[in-house]
């Protein structure tokens, strides 16, 4: 099949969801031409990678000040500002011209910030008759609205508070709306769905069962030669890490609250534990975290780690004892919790981080929801290497289980082969 994958941001390892549908559609026989924009030139390597495996690449350049001329704008209007923030015409000419030029089979477009372009491919179809009618899949990944919701009740910065809270009646409105302007929308786990399907229920009541039909559950997987399997010798057996992109709300609140309100009841048992926090774009407050901390008894080694953006997540996963996934708020699946499960690093997680995955605490990982429990539950394993060794190896098997991308490649080549529904 010859698709034409949407994306607002430069997919790459990180943005793993449409990073590892490209890379996975490709290596099945597919052609893949991605339609995309650049911040950087990081971002621009990306692509370049990712032209490197044979995707065809259509990006523009986009500009920070051209995003926040888009917000500002959106303020004034009915749409969220994730559904403008990444609107550049030039890129959305140069897919109209690519749907001219070629002949795809399906139109997949990411991601809230993407929506925009999958209402513009759909209305440009509508009105070039020389072309055929095509399904579009919007993958939503998570329901932005549920999220949202969490955020205004649980986020412990200012800024995530006012804007989730600006955001949140638009966004559901929106959200509702696109469901009922696509053959698909794709989301990555049922309580995803769940919402979704909520929302539905409160703005289009009368078509609810008809749209409810039309939301897939693609679940997220993990790369598991790169994210291999290490047993827990030599590893670093006091190290704790928690990884992610640390300028996203939900990450930034979940490490605040494991070095201030879970970490002060492990290290008054066990002052040798450090803390890594691991992943690109720290915010300031991340930062201040290993700032204001004392270092290693005995060692003057920091206590608490922000490395930023790393050559290899993998390895300094697969380095540490343990890892977490505090998170107070979130939606869709966790690959934090995923990918640390892959490398045999046994994870303690809040029940919000693992909502999506069907494993059971104490046998995949082990799951709390206080500081109290949470700390707990890092003492218990940072005590005993057997008990690591088990649950690090419970939670492989469980990855291997249910989280293949060649399985999720599968059901997207099926929804590619659905009939466009024609106004």
Not at 22 to 31: N, Q, V
Not at 162 to 167: D, N
Not at 208 to 234: W, Y
Not at 328 to 339: C, D, F, R, V
Request: charge should be neutral.
């Amino acid at each position: 099949m010859n698709i034409l994958f949407v994306a607002p941001y430069a997919p790459n390892p990180v943005r793993v969801r449409p990073y590892e549908f490209i890379r996975t559609l490709l290596r099945r026989g597919h052609s893949v031409t991605v339609g995309s924009l650049w911040t950087s030139e990081q971002e621009r390597a990306d692509l370049a990678t990712l032209e490197g495996f044979g995707a065809r690449i259509i990006a523009e350049p986009m500009r920070t000040v051209n995003s926040l001329f888009n917000s500002a704008l959106a303020l004034f209007r009915s749409t969220p500002l994730q559904a403008s923030y990444s609107w550049n015409p030039d890129l959305m000419a140069r897919l109209c011209a690519a749907l001219q030029a070629d002949r795809f089979d399906a139109v997949h477009v990411e991601h809230l910030r993407g929506s925009r372009y999958a209402v513009g491919v759909r209305n440009f179809l509508a009105r070039t008759s020389s072309i055929p009618r095509l399904p579009i899949l919007w993958d939503s990944v998570d329901s932005i609205s549920f999220l949202f919701e969490q955020a205004v009740k649980s986020s412990r910065t200012l800024r995530g508070r006012l804007i989730t809270g600006v955001e949140l009646g638009r966004t559901r409105r929106h959200e509702a709306w696109l469901v009922r302007q696509f053959e698909r929308t794709l989301v990555t786990s049922a309580l995803d769905k769940a919402a979704f399907v909520g929302l539905l229920g409160e703005y289009a009541a009368d078509e609810l069962p008809l749209l409810a039909e039309r939301i897939e559950v693609i679940p997220n997987g993990v790369d598991l030669d790169v994210f291999a399997f290490r047993d827990q010798t030599a590893r670093a057996s006091s190290r704790i890490i928690f990884s992610g992109k640390m300028s996203y709300h939900a990450n930034v609140t979940a490490a605040l609250y494991l070095v201030n309100d879970i970490m002060p009841l492990v290290w008054a048992q066990r002052p040798d534990v450090e803390v890594w926090i691991v992943g690109r774009d720290p915010t300031a407050e991340v930062r201040k975290l290993a700032a204001n901390q004392p270092t290693l008894p005995g060692s003057g080694q920091p206590r608490v780690v922000v490395t930023g953006g790393v050559p290899s997540m993998p390895e300094y996963i697969q380095s540490a004892a343990v890892a977490v996934a505090p998170l107070l708020y979130g939606a869709g699946i966790q690959n934090k919790a995923l990918e640390a499960m892959a490398c045999g690093t046994p994870v303690v997680a809040t029940h919000q981080a693992t909502a999506a995955l069907t494993v059971v605490s104490d046998r995949e990982l082990l799951i709390a929801d206080t500081p109290e429990a949470f700390a707990e539950a890092l003492l218990k394993l940072l005590a005993d290497p057997r008990l690591r060794a088990q649950i690090g190896e419970a939670g492989r098997r469980y990855v291997e289980t249910h989280h293949s991308w060649d399985a999720a490649a599968g059901a997207l080549e099926q929804l590619y082969r659905i009939q466009p529904f024609v106004d």
